[in-house]
């Protein structure tokens, strides 16, 4: 389709994962190689599911505590809802709320299950999906919650928003408000691809901050380079430098994933985050792989890293890969160009004794990164993916820290199960500096 092709030509400035970038992809290399869990993990609420996890941060990415307490926001499912079970695990997308914990240490032994964050029914779509939770700049208390608004029948997946305020005393944290959800954007089928483009189109995760080179707010998310489903061509700029003879795999033209921007046009300090300008991808992965989920960013040392976790079950062609988190780095600010991390894109994969041991790696501002648990091989078994013998998660992984050294980076250390760290207090004086 020649509009959809041109189209295509017209937005794709950004940056490209290339099939070449992930011939590089080293399994079980000790420096982006996630470690063995334990078959024995602890279970944070076994009342609830818990899977994709984020911490209450403030608009430049920094995790605060609130007076005192560490606050998580997660994806989770209500147990008696989907079945204490492997296909209830399997089940809980359609179940799927946005719950919160707290805890006074930080660490995964203390945390306390609060229960849900968005009032029943603002939600005008069937379930919540992932997001961020910031707190507002200039304001004590308010906290604007980013997540993503799916529906079924329709099927919609959209960026939406809601606000509430934060609430604590000596013995735990509570929130009020959260009954209004706004649509952020959709896909728009010029940038992104929309459903009638690609009927498995993604189009979530929103990651909101502020970018410290023009003070601006963006939001960062999942999404697909824009075209029909598998109609895309891929040629030299898709394939990057290959080995001499290399031909285009069967299938590669089917991985479309693309991280995506947009920038805030409203006014954040009445809280309105209603209005976003699309903007072209910046990172795609045009016939490696279809998904780049929860994209997220850090800045250090001048740099600007871009993390995005993918599955090995949506990298395409002969491209291949662990489930895991994956990053890209610009010494130019956000807009890049972005060169991929370790020279592949690999950043933390699962061990390939235990492939889906995690997943929904998010890379804190310090390094450290939080994943929940999906299923644990039983030690010694013939296979790893054997739901007879493997162990189901619902719960988080031990939290490791990640060394970032311009194009590289390092795994070094391994912390406690769902174990936080913060790098900011709240309410701080600062916090209500305008200048920020
Ligand atoms: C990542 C993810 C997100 C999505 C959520 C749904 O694990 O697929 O992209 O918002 O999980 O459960």
Known sequence: MNAVSSTQSAVQSGSRWT???????????????????????????????????????????????????????????????????????????????IGYYYSRTGNGADWKFGGRVIKEGANSRSWEWSGCAVMRENSANTVDLFYTSVNDTPSESVPSYTTGRILADATGVWFEGFDVCTDMFQADG???????????????????????????????????????????????????????????????????????????????????????????????????????????????????????????????????GPDGVYGFVSRNGIFGPYAPLNGSGLVLGNPSAA?????????????????FIDTLPQPGSA????????????????????????????LTEVHAYGQVYAQGVWPTSSAFDKRS
């Open 19 to 97: 099939i070449a970038d992930a011939m590089k992809i080293r399994a079980d290399d000790p420096t982006t190689t996630m470690p063995v869990i334990d078959y024995a993990f602890p279970v944070i609420d076994s009342d609830v599911w818990q899977w994709d996890t984020w911490l209450l941060r403030d608009i430049h990415g920094k995790t605060v505590t609130f007076k005192g307490w560490y606050v998580m926001f997660a994806l989770v499912a209500d147990r008696a809802a989907t079945g204490d079970t492997t296909e209830g695990w399997h089940s809980r997308n359609n179940y799927s709320y």
């Open 383 to 410: 296979d790893p993916q054997d739901p007879a013998t493997y162990r189901i998660g619902g719960t988080l992984a031990p939290t490791v820290k990640i060394v970032l050294e311009g194009e590289r980076t390092y």
């Open 190 to 320: 010029v940038n992104y691809a929309n459903i009638v483009e690609d009927a498995y189109w993604d189009f979530r995760d929103p990651h909101i901050f502020r970018n410290p080179d023009d003070n601006q707010i963006y939001a960062l998310f999942e999404g697909n380079v824009p075209g029909m489903r598998g109609n895309f061509t891929i040629g030299s700029d898709e394939m990057g430098p290959v080995p001499p003879a290399t031909t285009v795999p069967a299938g590669a033209q089917y991985g479309a994933a693309a991280i995506g921007i947009a920038r805030l046009t409203s006014d954040s300090t009445r809280g309105d985050f209603s209005k976003w300008e699309m903007l072209p991808a910046l990172v795609t992965a045009l016939g490696v792989n279809d998904q780049t989920e929860r994209p997220h960013v850090v800045f250090q040392d001048g740099l600007t890293y871009l993390f995005t976790i993918s599955h090995h079950s949506t990298f395409t062609g002969n491209s291949t």
């Open 355 to 371: 492939p889906y041991e995690t997943y929904s790696h998010f890379v804190d501002p310090a390094g450290y990164v939080q994943s």
